[in-house]
Nanobody
């Protein structure tokens, strides 16, 4: 069964860090570009970061550049999103997406004091 499962979300204070994981089963992640998206209440889903399959080049939205880092561990069939210096405006449900048409179920990130 093809599946993407996100984990690592939670409640963190402003300035804190979280590492999100996106684990795949039923297919090999490193064959595909993988993206992280987020959706805050009342807002549209937006792209946060992605990593290409061909050369592991990365992209970041301006709002997270310099604070978030995307990486992949092919041995674990997992992609990570390291999030540092978190801000309240980073609060959202975070989803990973594999460029084969697969979405995960999402993980909640809440940044609040």
């Amino acid at each position: 069964q093809v599946q993407l499962v996100e984990s690592g979300g939670g409640l963190v204070q402003p300035g804190g860090s979280l590492r999100l994981s996106c684990a795949a089963s039923g297919f090999t992640l490193d064959y595909y570009a993988i993206g992280w998206f987020r959706q805050a209440p009342g807002k549209e889903r937006e792209g946060v970061s992605c990593i290409r399959s061909s050369d592991d080049s990365t992209y970041y939205a301006d709002s997270v550049k310099g604070r978030f880092t995307i990486s992949r561990d092919n041995a674990k069939n997992t992609v990570y999103l390291q999030m540092n210096s978190l801000k309240p405006e980073d609060t959202a449900v975070y989803y990973c997406y594999a460029d084969a048409g697969y979405w995960g179920q999402g993980t909640q990130v809440t940044v609040s004091s």
